[in-house]
C-alpha cells in the first residue's frame, strides 16, 4: 500500500511537472508571436497632404497587410524592407494613430499623424432625426465634400454651403451613429452620435446559431418596413414582419457568421451579437500569404467539403477547377481576375471568409484617380502600379476600353455612357484591383466663359460685337446644343463666326465623347435708338441640350447716333504692318479717330495710333489712311476705331480681325499678357486636335493645380484658372502636348 501511494505520489508531482513545463512553452510561443508583431519606431513627416508619401520606420514589416492612417484603412503600401514602409496619404485618411497589420498583431505609432487641410467638424444640429431629415454641419474645410456618412450609411446628398457650413439629408441606409465627413482633402469623424429617430433597434435574437434554412427570431423595435436582413455578408428578403417589436428571418444561402443587420425605410441596425452560422466553412489559413495568377495556394480550415467557390478579392474558382478538396482543405491556382483580398470559401451551407489578406503579386494596384467626380465623358487619371497589360476598366458596374496605358503606372480613362457611381476596378493580365475611393457620377453641365457680357454707350444705328466660349460635358452624342435669344424683339443677334450670318437662335452640332469643346460665340448688339437713363436693353442666351442649360445674361446702353457719319472701316495686312482705310460721308464737329486694338479676344482693346480729322466739319466724303507696325503678337488682332468729337464725347466703329502670319510660325506656347491678371491666357498652336495637360507649380516645385484641356488645330486660347487666388511671385506652367513638354513662366504681381 505504501508503494503505491510513493508512485500515485510520484506521478502527480510529474503531472504537475508537465503542466508548468507545458506553461512556460506556451508563454515563450506568445512572447515569440508578440515579438513578431509589427512595431513602429517613427514615421515621417508628422503631417502632410493627401496625396503627400508617408514613410513609416519600425520592424518586422515583412509580412504586413494592413496600414492605417487615423481609423480607417489606408491605400495600398510598398514594403520597402522589413524596417520600412512607403505610403500616399489617401483622400478618406484622418488625423490619428498610424497603425501596420499583419498576421502576427499589429503595431501602433506613439503619436498622431496630422492630415493637414482635412476638414475638422465643431458640431452639428439637430442631433436626431428621421431619414430624409436635413443636418447642418459646422467646421472647417468642408469644401470638396466627396461623401458624408451618418453611422453605417452614408450618402451624396450634400449642400456645401461654406468652408464652415455643410447641409446634408439623413440617408435611406443611415443608422445611428458618428457622423463621418469624407473631402477630397481628407475625413474626419464628430465626437458625438446622430440618433435616426424611428430607425429599427434590436434587443437580442434567438437561436444565437444554425444551419441555412434556419429561422430566426429577432426582437426589437420599429421592425417595420423592413427592406433587407443580412447575416454576416449574406443578405436576404425572406423574412416575415410579425410585429413592430418582432421579425422573423430565414438564414440565407450565402450567410457567413457575423452580425445580424436590419434594413428599413426609415434607417438600418446592426446586432451586438454574433451569430454562426452552422456547418458553413471556416477559413483558418491559407498558403502562401501571396502568389502570381496561375500559383497554386492551400486553403485549409472546416467545412469544406460540398465547396461551390472559392473567392480571392474579385477573381473566382468554381469547384470543377479546384485542384483537389477534402473536409479540411482545398488546393486552387490563383485565377483571372484575382485581387488582394480576403479569401472567401462558399458551400451549399454557407460561406467564409480569411481574416487575413491574400496579396497577388504582380496585380495591378490603384493608389488614387484624380478628379473623384465628373459627368459621362470625363477623363480619369489612375495612378497606381502594374498597369502594364491592362485588358478592361469597370466604373462601378460599367465596362469600358476606351483608355490610355501612359505608362506602368498611370493610366487615363475616359467614363463611358453606362457608368454609374461606385468604384474603379482595373483589370489586367497579372489579376486586378479595387480603388478604395468611390468615383461620383455627376449630371452634365454647359460652361459659359463669361457668364454675362456688357455693351456700354453704343451709339444708335451702330453694332458693336462681344464673345464668349461654351463648352459642356457628360452632354448626348450627336445631339445639338441649341442657343436661343429669349426675346424676339430684343436687339441681340448670335453668330459663330466674327463676320458670319447673325440670327436668333443656332445649334451646336460637334458633340462627340459626350462633350462640347470650347466654342467662340458672338454677340451682336445693334440698337436702334438711344435708351433712357436706368432702362439699359436686356436679354440672354438659353443654351440647352435636353434638361441640361445654362443661360448668359446681356446688359447694354445706347447713346445718340454718331455725329459723324462713317461708311467704312477696314484693317488689312502688308508685310510686316496693317493698313488702316476708313471714309466718312460727313463730320461734325470731329476733333480725331484713334485706332484701338485687341489680341486673342475683344475684351482688351487699347489705343495704339491717333489721326487727326481733316475737316473737323463737313458735309462731304474724306478718306483716311493709317500705316502702323505690325509686333508679334502670336494671336488673332482685333482693331475698332474710335470717333471723338471737341467736347470729348466718343463713338466706335465696327470691329474688324486679321491674323498675324507671326501667329502661324509661332510653336512656343506662351502667357499674354504676362505678368498675369485675371484675363491673361495661356496662346498656343497645335498641328492637330488632342488632349492636353496643364500643371502649374510654384517656383520651388510644388504642384498647384492639374488640369486636361482639349487643344483644336491652328490656334488657341486657353484660361489660366486660379489666377486671381495666387499670391504675388514667379510660376511655372507645364504644357504636356503632342508628346512634347513645354514650360512657361509667368509672374503674378
Known amino acids: 500500500m505504501a508503494q503505491l501511494y510513493a508512485h500515485l505520489r510520484k506521478s502527480k508531482l510529474l503531472a504537475i511537472l508537465l503542466l508548468k513545463c507545458m506553461l512556460i512553452l506556451c508563454a515563450v510561443v506568445d512572447s515569440q508571436a508578440q515579438s513578431s508583431a509589427p512595431t513602429i519606431t517613427s514615421f515621417s513627416p508628422s503631417e502632410g497632404r493627401v496625396g503627400d508619401e508617408l514613410i513609416i520606420k519600425g520592424t518586422n514589416f515583412n509580412n ?13 503600401f510598398t514594403i520597402v524592407s522589413n524596417t520600412e514602409i512607403r505610403l500616399r496619404v489617401h483622400e478618406y485618411a484622418a488625423t490619428g494613430k498610424l497603425q501596420v497589420w499583419s498576421s502576427s498583431g499589429k503595431g501602433s505609432s506613439s503619436t498622431d499623424f496630422t492630415v493637414t487641410g482635412a476638414p475638422t467638424i465643431s458640431g452639428f444640429t439637430p442631433s436626431s432625426g428621421p431619414v430624409g431629415a436635413e443636418i447642418t454641419v459646422n467646421g472647417q474645410n468642408l469644401k470638396d465634400v466627396t461623401r458624408v456618412y451618418i453611422g453605417n450609411g452614408w450618402t451624396t446628398d450634400f449642400t456645401m454651403v461654406s468652408d464652415t457650413e455643410l447641409r446634408v439629408r439623413v440617408p435611406a441606409l ?23 429617430t424611428g430607425a429599427p433597434t434590436i434587443s437580442g435574437f434567438t437561436p444565437s446559431s444554425g444551419p441555412v434554412g434556419a429561422e430566426i427570431t429577432v426582437n426589437g423595435q420599429n421592425l417595420k418596413d423592413v427592406t433587407k436582413v443580412s447575416i454576416g455578408i449574406g443578405s436576404t428578403t425572406d423574412f416575415k414582419m410579425v410585429s413592430d417589436t418582432e421579425l422573423r428571418v430565414r438564414v440565407p444561402a450565402l450567410a457567413s457568421t457575423g452580425r445580424v443587420v436590419v434594413t428599413t425605410l426609415n434607417g438600418q441596425v446592426t446586432a451586438s451579437g454574433i451569430f454562426t452560422v452552422e456547418g458553413a466553412p471556416v477559413v483558418n489559413s491559407f498558403d502562401p500569404s501571396s502568389a502570381r495568377v496561375g500559383d497554386v495556394i492551400t486553403i485549409t480550415g472546416q467545412n469544406f467539403a460540398g465547396a461551390t467557390h472559392v473567392y480571392i478579392g474579385s477573381g473566382t474558382v468554381e469547384s470543377n477547377a479546384f485542384l483537389s478538396v477534402t473536409e479540411n482543405e482545398i488546393k486552387v491556382k490563383v485565377p483571372y481576375m484575382a485581387s488582394s483580398a480576403s479569401i472567401v470559401v462558399r458551400s451549399i451551407n454557407g460561406q467564409g471568409y480569411s481574416s487575413g489578406t491574400f496579396t497577388v503579386e504582380g496585380s495591378p494596384i ?23 497589360g491592362t485588358t478592361d476598366i469597370y466604373i462601378n458596374q460599367a465596362r469600358t476600353t476606351n483608355f490610355s496605358v501612359i505608362s506602368d503606372t498611370e493610366l487615363w480613362v475616359t467614363v463611358p455612357a453606362t457608368a454609374t457611381t461606385g468604384r474603379i476596378r482595373v483589370i489586367a493580365s497579372g489579376g486586378s484591383d479595387y480603388s478604395s475611393a468611390t468615383y461620383t457620377i455627376t449630371n452634365a453641365y ?34 445639338a446644343v441649341s442657343l436661343n435669344i429669349s426675346d424676339a424683339t430684343s436687339p441681340f443677334t448670335i453668330s459663330t463666326a466674327l463676320d458670319g450670318v447673325y440670327s436668333r437662335s443656332l445649334d451646336l452640332t460637334g458633340v462627340s465623347n459626350n462633350r462640347l469643346n470650347a466654342t467662340t460665340i458672338y454677340v451682336r448688339y445693334a440698337p436702334l435708338a438711344e435708351t433712357a437713363a436706368g432702362s439699359p436693353h436686356t436679354g440672354s442666351v438659353i443654351h440647352t441640350q435636353g434638361s441640361t442649360s445654362n443661360t ?3 446688359n447694354a446702353t445706347a447713346v445718340g447716333p454718331m455725329p459723324v ?22 463730320e461734325k464737329d470731329n476733333s480725331h479717330f484713334e485706332i484701338e486694338m485687341a489680341v486673342g479676344s475683344l475684351n482688351n482693346f487699347t489705343k495704339v495710333a491717333t489721326v487727326a480729322s481733316k475737316v473737323g466739319n463737313s458735309s462731304t466724303a474724306t478718306s483716311y489712311k493709317h500705316q502702323q507696325l505690325l509686333l508679334n503678337y502670336g494671336n488673332t488682332l482685333y482693331f475698332r476705331l474710335k470717333q471723338v468729337d471737341f467736347d470729348g464725347t466718343s463713338s466706335y466703329s465696327n470691329i474688324v480681325a486679321i491674323e498675324t502670319s507671326a501667329y502661324k510660325e509661332q510653336t512656343q506656347p506662351k502667357v499674354v499678357p504676362n505678368p498675369v491678371n ?31 484641356v482639349i487643344v483644336l488645330k491652328g490656334p488657341n486660347e486657353l484660361d489660366l484658372p486660379m489666377v486671381d487666388t495666387l499670391e504675388k511671385g514667379m510660376y511655372i506652367l507645364t504644357i504636356e502636348l503632342g508628346g512634347k513638354v513645354y514650360q512657361v513662366k509667368f509672374i503674378k504681381q
Open 366 to 388: 490603384i493608389n488614387s484617380f484624380s478628379p473623384s467626380s465628373g459627368p459621362i465623358g470625363t477623363t480619369i487619371k489612375i495612378y497606381g502600379q502594374n498597369f502594364t
Open 446 to 479: 454647359i460652361t459659359i466663359t463669361p457668364n454675362t457680357i456688357s455693351f456700354t454707350d453704343v451709339p444708335a444705328n451702330s453694332t458693336e460685337v462681344q464673345q464668349y466660349q461654351v463648352s459642356g460635358q457628360g452632354l448626348t452624342n450627336g445631339v
Open 678 to 708: 485675371s484675363r491673361s491666357k495661356l496662346v498656343l498652336n497645335s498641328n492637330e486636335s488632342v488632349k492636353a495637360s496643364m500643371h502649374l507649380s510654384s517656383l520651388a516645385g510644388k504642384r498647384i493645380y492639374s488640369r486636361d
Open 565 to 586: 457719319e462713317l461708311v467704312f472701316f477696314t484693317a488689312k495686312p502688308k508685310d510686316r504692318n496693317v493698313v488702316f482705310e476708313w471714309r466718312t460721308a460727313a
Open 174 to 196: 443611415a443608422s445611428t451613429g458618428r457622423v463621418v465627413v469624407r473631402t477630397l482633402n481628407g475625413q474626419v469623424t464628430s465626437s458625438t452620435n446622430f440618433t435616426v
Open 64 to 76: 504586413a497587410s494592413s496600414v492605417f492612417i487615423g481609423s480607417l484603412m489606408g491605400a495600398s
Open 552 to 554: 448668359l445674361a446681356i
